[in-house]
């Protein structure tokens, strides 16, 4: 079973920056596309960002502007990275990577929080 290990939350002032990451504990084949969702207390799981396989990436109009998503190509394991700047209070959530192959199969990581807070 293919797990997705995320680190790199925290707590952070706001206007600060955390950068998060998440890799694989196996290979997975036929990566479709990658990135990060967040679920704040009270609220649905929502899009931060995706990367595609080929590069394109995506984001939500709350984060566009101040977070870039990418990824990294090690040797049989691809990591995604999700570098948060000007955080704000609002950004505080729990935040999940995930991705999904081909042929639909969805891996999702265990979750890492955020806290943004003066």
């Known amino acids: 079973q293919v797990q997705l290990v995320e680190s790199g939350g925290g707590l952070v002032q706001p206007g600060g920056s955390l950068r998060l990451s998440c890799v694989p504990s196996a290979y997975i084949f036929g990566i479709y596309n990658m990135g990060w969702y967040r679920q704040a207390p009270g609220k649905q799981r929502e899009l931060v960002a995706t990367?595609?396989?080929?590069?394109?990436?995506?984001?939500s109009d709350s984060v566009k502007g101040r977070f870039t998503v990418s990824r990294g190509n090690a040797k049989n394991t691809v990591t995604v990275y999700l570098q948060m700047n000007s955080l704000k209070p609002e950004d505080t959530a729990v935040y999940y990577c995930?991705?999904?192959?081909?042929?639909?199969?969805?891996?999702w990581g265990q979750g890492t929080q955020v806290t943004v807070s003066s």
């Open positions: 995930n991705y999904v192959t081909r042929v639909g199969v969805s891996y």
């Open positions: 990367i595609e396989g080929g590069g394109n990436p995506n984001y």
